[in-house]
T-cell receptor, first 113, second 113 residues
Framework: NAGVTQTPKFRVLKTGQSMTLLCAQD?????MYWYRQDPGMGLRLIHY???????AKGEVPDGYNVSRLKKQNFLLGLESAAPSQTSVYFC????????????FGPGTRLTVL | GNSVTQMEGPVTLSEEAFLTINCTYT??????LFWYVQYPGEGLQLLLK?????DKGSNKGFEATYRKETTSFHLEKGSVQVSDSAVYFC????????????FGKGTKLSVKP
C-alpha cells in the first residue's frame, strides 16, 4: 500500500497563477483533509471531506477550493495564488471517528512569488 | 473552543538524556489525544495515542498518559537518541468534530551525540 500520496512535491508559482494539488489514498478512508503548515503555527485545517462528493470548510479556507469526485482523491485548488499562500501543504485521510488517527502524505512545498 | 498548548522549543538534549515535552489541552467532552512526529523533510507520523482518561499511549520508548484532571498529555522518553531529532506535535480530536485534529504548534527536538 502506498498510503497517502501527494502531487507535486514542489512548485513555484507567480502571483495570480492557478494550480491544483492532488492527494490520493489507497486505504479506503472516508475522510480526507487538507492542511497548511507555516513556521510557528503548527498545522491548520483548510478544507476537509467526509465522503465522496462532500466538502466542508476548515479553519483557513479563504483562497482555496476543493473537490472530492472520487473517494480516493481529494484535490486542492488555488485559483489566484498570493504570496501569503506560500506554505507546505499536507493531505491526510482517516476513518473519521474520534478514535482513529489521520494518515499524512509527504507534503507539497509551494512558493508564490 | 478546542485548543492544544505545548511547550515552546527548540529543545536540545544530549544522547541518553531524559525527555519531557509538555502538552495541555482545552476541549469539550472527552477528546482523544495524539502525539505526532515529523522527521526532517517528511510528513507527520502517528507516534502514540490515548482515547480515554488514564490511558497510557506508548511507542518506540515514548510514553504519554491522558490526565483528565490536569488536562494534560505530556510526552516522555527515558533515553533519547540522535535519531529522535524531529518536530513533535500534540493534537486532539474532540467528540462530534468529524475527526478533525486540533494541533499544538510543535516542539523541535535536537539530540546531540
Amino acid at each position: 500500500n502506498a498510503g497517502v500520496t501527494q502531487t507535486p512535491k514542489f512548485r513555484v508559482l507567480k502571483t495570480g497563477q492557478s494550480m491544483t494539488l492532488l492527494c490520493a489514498q489507497d486505504m479506503n478512508h472516508e475522510y480526507m483533509y487538507w492542511y497548511r503548515q507555516d513556521p510557528g503555527m503548527g498545522l491548520r485545517l483548510i478544507h476537509y471531506s467526509v465522503g465522496e462528493g462532500t466538502t466542508a470548510k476548515g479553519e483557513v479556507p479563504d483562497g482555496y477550493n476543493v473537490s472530492r469526485l472520487k473517494k480516493q482523491n481529494f484535490l486542492l485548488g488555488l485559483e489566484s495564488a498570493a504570496p501569503s499562500q506560500t506554505s507546505v501543504y499536507f493531505c491526510a485521510s482517516s476513518q473519521g471517528t474520534t478514535y482513529n488517527e489521520q494518515f499524512f502524505g509527504p507534503g507539497t512545498r509551494l512558493t508564490v512569488l | 473552543g478546542n485548543s492544544v498548548t505545548q511547550m515552546e522549543g527548540p529543545v536540545t538534549l544530549s544522547e541518553e538524556a531524559f525527555l519531557t515535552i509538555n502538552c495541555t489541552y482545552t476541549a469539550t467532552g472527552y477528546p482523544s489525544l495524539f502525539w505526532y512526529v515529523q522527521y526532517p523533510g517528511e510528513g507527520l507520523q502517528l507516534l502514540l495515542k490515548a482515547t480515554k482518561a488514564d490511558d497510557k499511549g506508548s511507542n518506540k520508548g515514548f510514553e504519554a498518559t491522558y490526565r483528565k484532571e490536569t488536562t494534560s498529555f505530556h510526552l516522555e522518553k527515558g533515553s533519547v537518541q540522535v535519531s529522535d531529532s524531529a518536530v513533535y506535535f500534540c493534537a486532539l480530536i474532540s467528540g462530534g468534530s468529524q475527526g478533525n485534529l486540533i494541533f499544538g504548534k510543535g516542539t523541535k527536538l535536537s539530540v546531540k551525540p
